[in-house]
C-alpha cells in the first residue's frame, strides 16, 4: 500500500555524509531510500546500505535498502523506481556519490579520471534524468548534488577533480533554467568546513580541523523542505546557507567542542552572471551548446596583441557581424585566492 509520507532518494549514503543525511531525513519524517554500491560493511570500508537503513529504523523512520552503483543506468533507474512504487512520491533526490583523486593533471592516470567523470558528472546526470520526469508529473520535487561553487583556487593542485565535479554545479545551474516555474528545482550544496568522515580518520586528520556530518545534513533537510523554488540554480554553502535561515550558533556541530574549525572555503564567491545574461542570442538556433570553456575569447586576444582592423575576417564583406560573448567575462579569484590551504595533504587519496 502506497504511503503518503514525503520521500527521498539518498545516492551515495552508506558511510559518511550520505549516511548522515538519510537519517536526518528520516527523523524528519521522510521515507527513505538508502542507495549505494556497498552492500556489505568490512574493516577497511566500514558502513552498507543495511547498516544505515538498520539505524533509521531502530530509530523508529522508515527506510529501504537498494544497492546502486551509479556508473550503471539501469541501478540508477531502479532505485529512482523503487523509491517512487514504495512511498508513491519522489519528493527529494541527493546526490552524493562521488569519487576522488586531489593529484595533479600530469600525476592522474586517464584511468582514474574516467572513473571520476563516470561517479561524478555522468552519475549525477544519469540520476537527473531518470528523477526529473517523475518530478515534473507530480509537479513537484527537490533535487540536491553534492558539488562546489566555482572559483580558480579549487582547481589548484586538483584540476583533473575538479573538472569532474565543477561539471555537476555546470549542469545543477543549467538544468535550473529549464526547471523555472515548474515546481522542481535544483541547487548545489558544499561543505564550507572539512567534515568528519571515514576518509578522514583515516587520514589522522585533526579533530579540531572539522565538523561532524550533521551540518551538512541540516542543510540539506532545510532545502528539500523549502516550499518555494528560490534555492534553483543556487550554489551553496552549508553553514553560509543555514545562516541565511537565521541560524547563528554552530557550536553544536564541532568535532572539538572547543575549537571552532577553519574554515576552507572563501567568504565570498565570484559572481558568474555577466551584463548581457538576460539578451537573447537568436544568431544561433535556440537549441545550440555553447560551452564557454576558454579563457580567450578570438577577437578580444586579436586586440589585446594589436589587431584592430577586423573587416578581413566578414563573410559578409559590409556587414560587421554581432558580438554573442559577453563585453565583460566574470573574474573567477576569490579574496583568498594564494593562501595556502594545509587541512588536508596535497598527496592525500580521498
Not at 298 to 319: A, I, N
Request: with cysteine; proline share 7%; net charge negative.
Amino acid at each position: 500500500m502506497k504511503s503518503p509520507m514525503m520521500s527521498a532518494l539518498v545516492i551515495g549514503a552508506s558511510r559518511g555524509i550520505g549516511r548522515q543525511i538519510a537519517l536526518t531525513l528520516a527523523r524528519n519524517g521522510y521515507g527513505v531510500t538508502v542507495a549505494a554500491k556497498t552492500v556489505e560493511s568490512t574493516e577497511r570500508l566500514p558502513g552498507s546500505i543495511h547498516t544505515v537503513v538498520d539505524e533509521i529504523q531502530r530509530d523508529g523512520g522508515v527506510a529501504f535498502p537498494v544497492q546502486c552503483d551509479c556508473r550503471q543506468e539501469s541501478d540508477v533507474r531502479n532505485a529512482v523506481r523503487v523509491t517512487h512504487e514504495r512511498f508513491g512520491r519522489l519528493d527529494a533526490v541527493i546526490y552524493n556519490a562521488g569519487a576522488i583523486t586531489w593529484q595533479p593533471v600530469l600525476e592522474t592516470p586517464l584511468k582514474r579520471l574516467d572513473l571520476m567523470l563516470d561517479v561524478n558528472v555522468r552519475g549525477a546526470y544519469v540520476t537527473v534524468q531518470e528523477s526529473v520526469p517523475v518530478m515534473l508529473q507530480q509537479k513537484f520535487g527537490r533535487l540536491v548534488l553534492v558539488a562546489p561553487p566555482i572559483y580558480n583556487r579549487f582547481f589548484k593542485g586538483k584540476t583533473p577533480y575538479s573538472i569532474t565535479k565543477v561539471g555537476m554545479t555546470v549542469l545543477a545551474m543549467g538544468l535550473a533554467n529549464e526547471l523555472r516555474d515548474t515546481g522542481v528545482s535544483i541547487c548545489t550544496l558544499w561543505p564550507a568546513t572539512v567534515i568528519q568522515s571515514h576518509v578522514t580518520d583515516v587520514m589522522h586528520v585533526p579533530r579540531s580541523h572539522m565538523r561532524t556530518p550533521d551540518i551538512f545534513a541540516d542543510a540539506v533537510c532545510r532545502i528539500v523542505q523549502e516550499p518555494t523554488d528560490k534555492l534553483n540554480g543556487k550554489v551553496l554553502l552549508d553553514e553560509d546557507y543555514l545562516r541565511s535561515e537565521g541560524m547563528t550558533d554552530f557550536t553544536r556541530y564541532r568535532c572539538d567542542p572547543d575549537v571552532e574549525p577553519p574554515r576552507m572555503m572563501p567568504r565570498a564567491l565570484p559572481d558568474l552572471t555577466v551584463q548581457e545574461e538576460h539578451e537573447q542570442l537568436n544568431i544561433l538556433n535556440k537549441d545550440s551548446k555553447l560551452l564557454n570553456g576558454k579563457v580567450l575569447l578570438d577577437e578580444d586576444y586579436l586586440r589585446s596583441e594589436g589587431v584592430t582592423d577586423f573587416t578581413r575576417y566578414r563573410c559578409d564583406p559590409d556587414v560587421e557581424p554581432p558580438r554573442m560573448m559577453p563585453r565583460a567575462l566574470p573574474d573567477l579569484t576569490v579574496q583568498e585566492e594564494h593562501e595556502q590551504l594545509n587541512i588536508l595533504n596535497k598527496d592525500s587519496k580521498l
